[in-house]
């Protein structure tokens, strides 16, 4: 048995001694805040981001630093711990000391529309290559077609034209000539042209022409046949003298072109000399200038029906040579980025195409591609909710695809899954150089590290917040400049040294521990908010120690309902606990009912019946399965206990029934099993327990006490109990030894405690509890292997052989193996 | 001349004969009338010729586009005038109407150059387009008619094969401060609400400061005439001068140009895009 400490029972043997209940300063530990000089929140030097998490900062430093592909990093910790907010202000503060990240543009890819051209650019150099390029067009606008209208443009396209229709009305006046030569006129007809014979210059009659001899009529018609066959061949080549006319005006439009578009071109490029990729898009851009110069001069000023301008496009026909900026720092933002998305749907992430109703059809263009989130973090550090993540379709699958690829490519779900068939791009894929951090819940690590394959290819560095810090006064000095700090973001009066000594309480009560502190800021915040209005509400400029006290009443009172309601059930005698009297195999055990953030303790009859039997003991929570595996872990410990201690010399015959009275919901875990061992030994010992006394804790198979969770809640709901009904002074709480360092009462149970009116008792051992709950002793076997006359060890020894002599008979008579049910 | 002289101006008259379908050229032809409150008649020649032709017992047509030889018959052929003198009819009074225009359309049978002389009036414009294609020209018929119109001393207003602007100003050449062409390019210009752009072919002050009077005269308020000097009144001069000038119109006169009108009318409105109105010169 492990020794007592000081503050509970000395003693060699538990057995031996009575327990004593806990001095009032053992039921809370308050803040000490000699070693922190400050009045109000406001002298206290601010304290934010990576606060008290050791093991998570080095891994979030390991995880930031290191380049090797697949080292991203998971933040876990429970929800409300500030994860989110202190990861980035971390990753803020490391970043700023990097460079900066790469600008990104989209262009129009001339030779194929469809796939844009990334190119990446220096950071911050993208804005002046977009300026570069609208300067360019501005000034084209004004320069082509000035020099289209030029005399000199002007002169070499009439000659031109006049080549080109003098050597077409050549041949046309050749043929006339010819024809009117041979008396034959060209007619023109609605639909084409004819040739007849003239006589006189005048067409010569259908009567005169048949008047005409034979010979004459046939020459002529073979004149005209002949000359049919000069017009078919004339007209034949009408299309290839336009088309040599068009090519000639084609040709010199393009050398007019070339030379106004190649001064300014050069002029561009002589303001972006250090960037290649730029360059050779200039380079791109003077050709498709040349091919469609028409879109800057009047097409038929130049000619040619606007040939070869660019088809329609959403927006300017000039938008074809536009910068789409797709990622450039913002004027303040310095060094790497760091980059939260809070709704990471899939375009969110990868960015989207957008498209315009152009004519009931949707188009788009380079110009209309977004940067998702990647995009905007790409050389610097991306930071996502990993439950938010997880829930958006496709962007889980998204998120590996890019890393394992290390490019963003930007995917248009729509269309992968047939909801659109519009023509879309397939912009280039632009490289990835990120790190990514999800933070979240400890499950959401688990389940994917169990279910997802990938997970641990993409995220090999772990950092795990922890939930509490160890209380000192350097822990406590540290949380009140957290407290200041959060004081001053929130805009919130300053609170003064006992109402930060009140918050480091808290913390350690949300903590459950007077050890720890909780390290849940969010909660912390909340309280800070609350108790500054009411504070507000009293007309006070600081915050005082009662506004606090009022916050953490009013969080209770406005979640109290339910309790209130359990409490009148008992109060009413609906719910049956006595908190005074003794009674055999009945005791008050304590559970804990959490409903949401709220949770509450309550007391619950548990009752044990007892007669000869196979050596079972029946749980009845579990046979009608409101039992959880914990509690049937827990009663079947006790047989283990039974077995080992009583009636060495022959097998149990006991058949038991346990149960929680009144209890119709489920019941799990093992905190009562302490209890029901006592409820059993009363039962089998026929020594009734103390219903002043509530008890919680577990017990092993060699009869110690083992910690529980939620002392402090079982303990105050109990307390309001015994308070409603009026404390006598013999009223209290057995607990596990193990929880004291976790008491973190409310200050009326301390004062009860302090006052005499209520007790909290640590025990150690079962025998230490059944001699409190019983006022006997429980008895050590002597040196005859017996345990003494009049101890409840005794007691339950004589039963048990009782039972098994009862069911030797009963088996002798040959009616054993009855009566194990209840 | 004077400026009431313009009035003297009655009808616009559009030879359909060529090309019986251009609605761009029946547009430009309403539009003026609408400008010069002038009647605009739509005239539309049945060859007798081909009428002719069709009793030939040889007599085949080469058909376009297709460039497929069919024989000629005669029911045919009347069948096809008819259809264009329908389409032709159905097109102008459509396209006047959409202008508010009055228009008035009338078929003639006949020899189409000898038609359209014995129509035409010195107080006539007639509507000539430049050919298109090279197959316009094969006939000559725009010739024959230009010589029909200044036969007549009508005046023309020659549309090239695309016009490029219908908004800007209407600039006329001049010579004298009672050009013909000035006044009726001041009336346009009012009427339209454009500017007048004078192009001079030198610096004569005194000439200039009396055709600006006499645009203003007109009605032309003083913001709304401008003047420019060209370099001589050759196709090439003209077209130089007009570089910037944006116009929607340009005039002038017969007695701008000693000799081969057509040429040159023919080239400004071929570099500028725009329609040239050729003002025909008093009789005598």
Known sequence: MPSGDAHGTETSHPSSLTVSALPASRLYRGAELAGLAFATTTDLAPLDGLVGQPRASEALRFGTHIGARGFNIFAIGTSGAGVQRSVKALLEQAAAERPGAADWVYVNNFADPRRPTAIMLPSRRAPAFQKVMRAL??????????????ENYQTRRSAIEEAVRSKGETAFSALRDKATAKNISILRTPTGFAMAPTQNGEVVPPDQFNAWPEEKRHETEAGIRELEKELEQTLRGIPRLEKERRDAVRALDRETARYAIGQSIDEAKGQVPDLPAVLAHLDTVRDDLVDNVYLFVNPQAAGEDGAGAAPARPGSPFDRYEVNVLVTPIDHEAGAPVVEELHPTLSNLVGRIEH?????MLVTNFRLIRAGALHRANGGTILLDARSLLLEPFSWQALKRALSQREVAIEDIARFAGFATTVSLEPDPIPLDIKVILYGERILYYMLAAADPDFAQHFKVLADFDDEIDRSADSEAMLARIIGALASREGLKPFDREAVARLIEQAARLADDQGKLTL??????????????????????????????????????????????????????IALIDTTGSRIGQINGLSVMSLGDFAFGRPTRITCRVHPGVGRILDIEREVELGGPLHSKGVLILSGFLAGRYALDAPISLSASLVFEQSYGGVDGDSASSTELYALLSALAETPLRQDLAV?????????????????????????????????????????????????????????????RFAIYPVRAIDQGIALLTGRAAGERGTDGAYPEGSINRAVEDRLRAFAKSRRTLAGDGAAGGGDVT | ???????????????????????????????????????????????????????????????????????????????????????????????????GVASVFQTMRGDPAEAIAGLLRASDIIVLTEPRTHGELLTGALAQSWRAALGAGASVLLLPPKVTRRRGPVAVLVADPEDRGLITAARIALAADETLLILLTGSDATLCEAAVRTARAIGLPQGRVRTHIVAGTSAQSIVQGLAQANERLFVLSCDMLSQEHAEIVTRIAAARGVPVLLVACPSG
């Open chain 1, 520 to 573: 849940g800021t969010e909660k912390i915040r909340d309280l800070l908010v609350e108790a500054a209005f009411w504070a507000g509400d009293a007309k006070r400029e600081v915050v005082n120690r009662a506004d606090v006290d009022r916050a953490i009443d009013e969080q209770i009172r406005r979640a109290a309902r339910v309790r209130e309601r359990s409490a009148e059930m008992i109060l009413r005698d």
């Open chain 1, 356 to 360: 315009l109703s152009e004519q009931g």
């Open chain 2, 1 to 99: 001349m004077s400026a009431d002289d313009v009035t003297a101006y009655r009808r616009i008259i559009l030879d359909l004969y060529q090309s019986f379908a251009n609605r761009r050229a029946m547009a430009q032809a309403a539009e003026l009338a609408r400008l010069l409150r002038l009647d605009l008649l739509g005239v539309y020649i049945e060859d007798e010729a081909v009428h002719e032709l069709a009793g030939l017992p040889f007599a085949r047509e080469l058909r376009l586009p297709s460039h497929e030889w069919v024989l000629v018959d005669a029911d045919q052929v009347a069948a096809d005038f008819r259809h264009a003198a329908t389409t032709a009819e159905r097109m102008l009074a459509e396209t006047a109407a959409t202008l």
């Open chain 1, 696 to 756: 919680t804790g577990s017990v092993n198979q060699l009869g110690e006490i083992q910690a529980i969770g939620g002392v402090n809640d079982k303990i105050e709901g109990y307390f309001e109990i015994c308070q409603a009904r009026g404390l006598t002074g013999a009223q209290g709480v057995m607990i596990p030894q193990a929880n004291v360092q976790h008491l973190m009462l409310r200050a009326d149970v301390v004062a009860a405690c302090a006052d005499g």
């Open chain 1, 137 to 150: 067009i501005e000034d084209l606008k004004a320069a082509i077609p000035a020099v289209f209208e030029s």
